[in-house]
């Protein structure tokens, strides 16, 4: 295999990974409060965030991918990921603190060693060209899993143990084959190399810290991660507590999962064609994202009733200033599809 092909294989194998491991640990994160114990849920997301916030910032992350090298730090990652995922299994208190100990450090591992082998499979004209195959495959982990809660969970009132052991076993077993799959990365560069870059890059980092561009940005990063635990954690338990859906209120989780993926996926590819044409700035799609949030945000402020952030196990009662409503798609789908015939 030649070594733009041997490079381009590499990519693609490191986008499969992460669509199995993501779609594992995405599709956990949307329904963990449904399912497993709530304050303990919360809390592990909290540890999770802060520790994957203080490995990157201390560089250990760098110093251990320098150390082990990339491949060998993803799977060890991938290793702590399917760990937190079969915590669900049987769910415990001091299981979820310590696993969300272990996978935010796995975290800030996994994507310090992600972005070093992205970088060293390419080059300046396909950086762009790989990181788009990269995002493809990463976001589509949005859609299976969700997928399967909304066909598995519409109509149901509530989550079994049996539901949830079956549900977090698979996700087990999708996590483990995408940790899997990192041992057919093929080394595309010299060891030696990788080793210098990467403890420069350490050095770099901790030079660039305390600019002025970094400090700037960092209030930026925190609101994505604000936004992120929202929309992946929060969002989804909100609607599954919401009386006015019904029955179909807990395969909506699934749903909104699926509609947050789309809007990431075609978000994501419009918007890095516009910037790459040249036509808008950056700073100009990054301001019409904080319009759209602000649009979004506020529409679920209307129709999420107050207390459904909190009810966690038990339906919300109270009444938002909109009511929400929910036109089933199959249905609705037969009808579009009748209606055309006739």
């Known amino acids: 295999m030649s070594p733009t092909n041997l490079r381009t294989f590499n990519v693609v194998v490191l986008g499969i990974g992460f669509l199995f491991v ?16 709530k304050h303990s849920c919360c809390s592990s997301q909290c540890i999770s965030s802060i520790n994957l916030q203080a490995t990157m910032i201390s560089e250990h992350a760098c110093i ?19 760990g937190y995922i079969a915590v669900f299994i049987n769910p415990s208190s001091w299981s979820f603190y310590l696993t969300s100990l272990l996978i935010g450090l796995g975290a800030a591992m996994l994507w310090t060693a992600q972005g070093h082998l992205l970088v060293e499979n390419s080059d300046v004209s396909t950086i762009n060209r790989n990181t788009g195959i990269f995002w493809a495959f990463l976001q589509c982990s949005m859609l299976f899993g969700n997928l399967y809660i909304y066909l598995a969970w519409t109509g149901k009132t509530e989550i079994t143990d049996a539901n949830r052991r079956i549900l977090f076993i698979a996700l087990l077993v999708i996590s483990v084959l995408g940790t899997l799959s990192f041992l057919t990365l093929r080394r595309a560069w010299q060891r030696e190399e990788a080793l210098t870059e990467e403890e420069g890059q350490a050095l770099l980092s901790a030079r660039l810290l305390g600019t002025k561009t970094i400090l700037l940005l960092s209030s930026c990063m925190a609101y994505s991660g604000l936004e992120l635990s929202f929309y992946s954690g929060v969002f989804g338990t909100c609607i599954g507590a919401t009386t006015q859906f019904g029955d179909s209120a807990l395969g909506l989780i699934g749903l909104s999962g ?40 506020y529409l679920i402020f209307l ?40």
């Open 303 to 342: 129709n999420i009733p107050d207390d459904a952030p909190v009810v966690f196990y038990t339906s919300t009662q109270q009444k938002p200033y909109l009511t929400p409503r929910y036109v089933p798609i199959q249905p609705a789908l037969k009808a579009t599809f009748s209606n055309s015939k006739m």
């Open 64 to 82: 251990i991918v320098a150390v082990v090298g990339p491949q060998f730090t993803m799977i060890i990652s991938g290793i702590l990921y399917s």
């Open 258 to 297: 699926i509609v947050v993926g789309v809007g990431e996926i075609v978000g994501g590819g419009l918007f890095g064609l516009v910037c790459k044409n040249n036509r808008f700035r950056r700073t100009s799609v990054v301001f019409l994202g904080m319009v759209v949030h602000f649009v979004a945000f």
């Open 22 to 37: 993501f779609t594992a640990f995405t599709t956990c994160g949307n329904i963990e409060v449904r399912t497993g114990e």
